[in-house]
Structure formats: C-alpha cells, structure tokens
C-alpha cells in the first residue's frame, strides 16, 4: 500500500482515539462533527501529495486513443484511395474497349485502308467522361493487330484484336 495512505489511516486512528469515537457514537452520528472537520484537513493534505498523477494518467489514455485513432483513420483513407483507383482503372478499361470498338469497325464498316507499316495512334479520342483512347496499329502479313490505350487520371488499361485479313 502507498506510503501516504498508510499515514492517513494511522491519523484516522489517532483523531478516533483522540475524541474517543467508539463504534456505536460513530453510528450514533455523535462527535462527527470535530472528526469530519479533521478527516477533511488530512485528506486535503493527502491529495496535495499527490498532485499530477491524475493529469499524467489522463494524457496516457488520450494519447492512446489518439494514436488508435489516426490508425483507424490511415486505413479507411487507404480504402477510400484503392476504391478511387478502381474505378478510374474501369473507366481507363472502358476507354480502350470503346476505341477497340472503333477501330474493329472503321476497318470492316467504314473501308479503312490498312497502311503497310506499323502506326501509332492511328485513331484517337477524348470521350465525354474526361478519359480518352489512342488505337495503335501493327501488320504482321496476313495479320493485322489493333491495341487500344484508354486513360482516366492517370491510371491506363489496353486492350487488344488481332485478326487475319483477306
């Protein structure tokens, strides 16, 4: 037990042996009155010994709620991040497709003329949702290969058609 709750108890005892408090006057509710007024000054003092200890106990507990906090708070930022990028990513897909589409039916539709080397960006275009596609081409006798790039903020996805031409 603490040093300072040992010396309060001793003078506990002492004012009761002082004012001869028995059990039954203490039941009674008689001498109370010097005894409380006694009680009081010691556990003022014993309280004034032991200045600060609630402070620095209270700022333990509030730093580990802090730190158990910022925690939480770092790991819902990252799955709110992976989620932005997600779907960016499935925008940047969906670009890619949609100049595929184009590409696949420029040629078979709208008699495009397949050049006889490898080109780049053979068709482009910046969509109404803000991303974008460019269409790359390549030859490889009696093949042909179309690769569309789609890019939203950043993040970029392809796809390919390879097919043999007639």
Do not use: C, H
């Amino acid at each position: 037990m603490n040093k300072a709750f040992k010396n309060f108890f001793k003078k506990v005892f002492n004012i009761f042996k002082k004012y001869k408090v028995s059990s039954e006057n203490l039941i009674a509710g008689k001498a109370l009155r010097p005894l409380n007024f006694n009680l009081m000054i010691i556990m003022s003092n014993l309280f004034k010994q032991q200045r600060g200890v609630i402070l620095l106990l209270t700022m333990f507990i509030l730093t580990g709620i802090l730190v158990i906090t910022l925690t939480a708070a770092d790991l819902v930022l990252a799955g709110i991040r992976m989620n932005r990028l997600t779907g960016y990513s499935t925008l940047a897909f969906f670009a890619s497709e949609a100049g595929l589409e184009r590409s696949l039916w420029e040629a078979r539709k709208n008699g495009y003329v397949y050049p006889d080397i490898d080109t780049p960006n053979v068709f482009t275009s910046d969509l109404a949702n803000a991303s974008s596609y460019k269409v790359d081409f390549a030859t490889s006798s009696p093949n042909v290969t179309f690769t569309s790039i789609g890019d939203f903020s950043g993040a970029k996805r392809s796809v390919e058609s390879t097919y043999e031409t007639q």
